[in-house]
């Protein structure tokens, strides 16, 4: 079995993500990478359709893909994320391939 840290073949999902506080911002909610375990490891493959973020390595630490590709899907904090729609993925697109914060 392959590390939690290794080369993941583990599409991204914003099911790995949860809504959590921004430090420092205490009414933003936002979508954040929960804890590593065996379906959700440290980086995951993005889409080949995705045009949010780009990864040259063909991965993605889980942590840039629950903050540029999901939203909270209820705004407590530990809730669910669900993905972008088209219209709030548009928001986030930046031609660099790093997103919009």
Known sequence: MASLNEVSQTPCSCDCC???????????????????????PTKCVPSASDSVLSSGTGELDYSRYCHYKCRPAELRLGAMCARL????TLEKQDADGNGDS
Not at 18 to 40: F, H, I, R, W
Not at 85 to 88: G, M, R, S, Y
């Open 85 to 88: 729609d088209a219209a709030e």
């Open 18 to 40: 949860q809504t959590s506080q921004v430090p420092g911002e205490d009414s933003v909610l936002k979508c954040t990478y929960g804890e590593a375990n065996e379906m959700c």
